[in-house]
């Protein structure tokens, strides 16, 4: 007995092991289903209930595979169904079923009743357990157990075990669920904070926020660009510190001042990001972040010029038409939220015809373990090969060659010049110039 009650304690730590380390839900019954088939039957299965009753069969094991098996098969639930996996679904269980109660049913009565619509994998399955998935109270699926042959059959004691063991399930697929709504919401709540870009004049523009591919998917990374009275044009970039939803609305009430600030003062960007550092510390001391901020200046045909200054941000990068790239270092000081008493300077930098300007945060280009100078290196490479596509190509090529792995969220701002001989259309006032 002392035996027995220590193999039952082992599986369950082995299961609470297997859920633990994920947080994704089908990985986490994968694993469970291969240690059930291994330490407490021959077979195992998991199926979840979605809606308007359709039942998916996220897994099963068989102890000949020795690994969970990943299904696709999706069947609805029929209001006649009235078979031990139909009832356990229903809330019915757990439920001890022997060889009689497996081979009773008739296929063409009802298919939910036979063993192969159930899943007991063999026809020489001689007991079988099903229980279901619980959580609030809501049945989220079923767990079948079975053994086959002449192995010993499942009898009360493991029933007891099951039902120990589903009701971690069901609060481990719960958690993933709700981890899940919480990452779709915050993310949702980070797009709708990132504005429309400004389109229509010569100038061209696309941007990217991708999310990190771990953690909450939510953090301060942000974009901006607008038309000044003036008839400047704006681009920024910025990082609040963070990855969580405390980041990303410190990132909105940054980027709304910022807004507020430059829209007023019209100056150079370094006096735009000290006023801004003034407010920061006035209004949110705790917190700390990197920005760009940059203006585009020149007549409608040309020449342009950027002009930018940087608190702690990686310098924009220049790219030609011909795939020439320079990073445009001038104008670096510290970031956001460390003094306001340090100085900050803004430089300026020529724009050719054709040419791509490419903001972006350090999600881009840095990696665990590998200095930043090779990710520098590796975002010129991959630019360069872009130089000619429109920028909406350009930046989704980016993401997909540099961030398709990443675990910091990543934003992208690029701008196109037109070519010398550019005509605009809207010439009635200064602001037509740049942006409608």
């Known amino acids: 007995m002392l035996e027995l009650a220590l193999t039952r304690l082992t599986v369950l730590a082995d299961i609470n092991s297997a859920l633990a380390e ?68 229903r809330g019915a269980g757990p439920l001890l079923l022997t060889r009689a109660d497996l081979q009773k049913s008739a296929p063409h009565r009802d298919p939910w009743d036979t063993a192969e619509e159930l899943g007991y994998a063999r026809r020489d399955a001689v007991s079988a357990i099903i229980a279901p998935l619980w959580a609030r109270r809501e049945v989220l699926g079923a767990l079948t157990v079975t053994r086959c042959g002449d192995h010993p059959l499942l009898v009360a004691d493991d029933v ?48 990217r926020y991708s999310p990190s591919a771990s953690g909450a998917q939510v953090g301060g990374d942000w974009y901006d660009s607008f038309l000044l009275p003036n008839g400047d044009t704006t681009l920024i970039i910025g990082d609040v510190t963070g990855h969580d939803l405390q980041a990303a609305v410190t990132m909105s009430k940054l980027r709304n001042m910022l807004r507020g600030i430059a829209c007023d003062r019209q100056e150079s960007p370094h006096r735009i990001l000290q006023r801004l550092d003034v407010a920061q510390h006035t209004l949110y001391p705790d917190a700390t972040a990197t920005c760009l901020y940059a203006l585009v200046h020149g007549p409608e045909n040309g020449p342009w010029e950027l002009e930018h200054s940087s608190a702690g941000h990686p310098a924009p990068l220049l790219v030609t038409k011909d795939g020439d790239t320079r990073y445009l270092d001038g104008g670096h000081g510290h970031m956001l939220g460390a003094s306001t008493d340090l100085p900050r300077t803004s430089a300026t930098a020529p724009l050719p015809a054709q040419s791509t300007v490419l903001l972006y945060t350090d999600g881009l280009i840095e990696r665990r373990g590998e200095s930043i100078d090779r990710g520098f290196t590796r975002l010129r490479q991959h630019a360069a090969a872009l130089a000619r596509e429109t920028p909406e190509t350009f930046c989704a090529e980016l993401l997909t060659g540099l961030a398709s792995d990443n675990t910091d969220d990543v934003a992208l701002l690029a701008l196109r010049l037109p070519p010398n001989d550019h005509s605009p259309t809207r010439t009635a006032s200064h602001e037509s110039r740049r942006f409608a």
Do not use: F, K, Y
């Open 22 to 89: 994920t947080m994704d839900a089908s990985e986490g019954l994968r694993r469970v289903c291969t240690i059930l088939a291994r330490r407490v039957g021959d077979w195992c299965a998991i199926d979840r209930l979605a809606g308007d009753d359709e039942v998916h069969r996220i897994c099963a094991t068989r102890t000949e595979t020795a690994s969970a098996l990943l299904t696709e098969e999706r069947t609805t639930l029929p209001e006649t169904a009235t078979g031990p996996l139909a009832r356990v679904l």
């Open 160 to 207: 007891r075990l099951v039902d120990d063991i589903v009701h971690r399930v069901g609060l481990a697929i719960d958690n993933a669920r709700l981890h899940r709504e919480t990452q779709h919401i915050a993310e949702r709540l980070q797009r709708s904070l990132l504005p429309p870009l400004p389109h229509g004049g010569a100038l061209t523009m696309a941007a």
